[in-house]
């Protein structure tokens, strides 16, 4: 999201404006950060979209509930990683520094 609040994704590249939501960051985001993260996780994208490749680690098209759901329920402990990367990876925005920082989440107590 944009710092003036806009919730127009400031991780995709070009002129083209994509809303960002989860869907978006988990899927269709564009960003050469977050498509090397879904290349190296791979193969729990290959179950559910059949339109994702490794050449391709994004889709062009929304996509609908059951299967965000699906792909969100998978029993993979990798998901986990996944995510926690991606996370990484949009609340620092384009400054990677932030996401950096050491935090306190993995044991279970919130950031100082």
């Not at 809303?19 to 978006?24: A, R």
């Not at 791979?42 to 965000?68: C, G, K, M, R, Y």
Request: net charge negative; charged share 20%.
């Amino acid at each position: 999201m944009k710092s003036d609040g806009s919730c127009v994704c400031d991780q995709c590249p070009g002129e083209d404006e994509h809303v960002q939501n989860e869907v978006h960051a988990l899927l269709i985001c564009q960003d050469h950060r977050v498509c090397e993260l879904r290349k190296h996780f791979f193969f729990l994208f290959t179950p559910f979209f059949e339109d994702f490749s490794a050449a391709q680690p994004f889709l062009l098209q929304q996509v609908n509930n059951q299967l965000v759901h699906d792909f969100l329920s998978q029993q993979n402990t990798r998901l986990f990683l996944f995510l926690s990367e991606l996370m990484d990876l949009f609340v620092a925005g384009r400054d990677q520094s932030a996401a950096d920082q050491p935090n306190n989440l993995a044991e279970g107590h919130p950031p100082l």
